[in-house]
């Protein structure tokens, strides 16, 4: 176990153009432990927007949600408990991938994500205060064990929500925190929907089958 040491300088880079240097490394792997390190102070929220980022570009691969989904739990966990430093434990931190398709997979999001930095600034600051992050790390345990599940696309949505959120902490913007929530809330009544058509299909299906025996 771990408390992974954070970078205590101040880091005025924008979030894209960390996650760029990292990858512009020389160094073949790239492990967990110099990821949460590059990204600072900014610790949490970064976390949660880079993982979440990273399960909407390779989660459609078997296996990968539950692997990105065991960090993304233990930083959402954190955050209900108000811890001031992210901790994760040893065998997380010496997990590395290769920095070549690190790059690859962060070149596909890196459009997006300065466009949506741009519009960023900080407001709305109710929405990232003490409280309103025990309730977003409350909602991130709930979509990551959704996202966790061998669902085929399931992922996707959840990943999304996780990445706002996380964007939101990290520049403090309500308005995308907001998004996140508003994303929650449609997520979960399609979830509601989903699982009542689902349950009355098998209880017909059900009862149909008993009228055969």
Same mark, same amino acid.
């Given at each position: 176990?771990?408390?992974?040491?954070l970078?205590?300088?101040?880091?005025? @880079?924008?979030?894209?153009?960390?996650? *760029?240097?990292?990858?512009?490394r020389? *160094?073949p792997?790239?492990?967990?432990?110099?990821?949460?390190?590059?990204?600072?102070? @900014?610790?949490f929220?970064?976390?949660?927007?880079?993982?979440?980022?990273?399960?909407?570009?390779?989660?459609?691969?078997?296996?990968?949600?539950?692997?990105?989904?065991?960090?993304?739990?233990?930083?959402?966990?954190?955050?209900?408990?108000?811890?001031?430093?992210?901790?994760?434990?040893?065998?997380?931190?010496?997990?590395?991938?290769? @920095?070549?398709?690190? @790059?690859?997979?962060?070149?596909?999001?890196?459009?997006?994500?300065?466009?949506?930095?741009?519009?960023?600034?900080?407001?709305?600051?109710?929405?990232?205060?003490?409280?309103? *992050?025990?309730?977003?790390?409350?909602?991130?345990?709930?979509?990551?064990?959704i996202?966790?599940?061998?669902?085929?696309?399931?992922?996707?949505?959840?990943?999304?929500?996780?990445?706002?959120?996380?964007?939101?902490?990290?520049?403090?913007?309500?308005?995308?925190?907001?998004?996140?929530?508003?994303?929650?809330?449609?997520?979960?009544?399609?979830?509601?929907?989903?699982?009542?058509?689902?349950?009355?299909?098998?209880?017909?299906?059900?009862?149909?089958?008993?009228?055969?025996?």
């Open positions: 176990m771990a408390v992974v040491p970078n205590s300088e101040t880091d005025t @880079r924008t979030f894209s153009q960390v996650i *760029e240097d990292i990858g512009a020389d *160094e792997k790239l492990y967990l432990s110099e990821l949460i390190n590059g990204f600072g102070e @900014r610790g929220g970064a976390m949660l927007l880079f993982f979440g980022l990273v399960s909407v570009v390779i989660g459609a691969v078997p296996g990968t949600t539950t692997v990105l989904g065991a960090p993304i739990l233990l930083i959402a966990i954190q955050l209900v408990f108000r811890r001031d430093q992210l901790w994760m434990p040893s065998w997380i931190l010496k997990r590395s991938i290769d @920095r070549a398709t690190y @790059r690859n997979a962060i070149g596909k999001i890196m459009k997006p994500l300065r466009k949506v930095e741009r519009l960023s600034r900080p407001r709305l600051s109710i929405m990232s205060s003490d409280a309103s *992050e025990m309730l977003i790390g409350l909602a991130c345990i709930v979509l990551c064990l996202l966790m599940l061998p669902i085929t696309g399931g992922n996707l949505v959840p990943s999304l929500i996780v990445a706002a959120f996380g964007f939101g902490l990290m520049q403090r913007d309500g308005a995308i925190i907001i998004a996140g929530w508003i994303g929650t809330a449609g997520f979960g009544v399609f979830v509601w929907l989903a699982w009542e058509l689902i349950s009355r299909v098998v209880l017909a299906t059900w009862e149909w089958a008993t009228t055969l025996f």
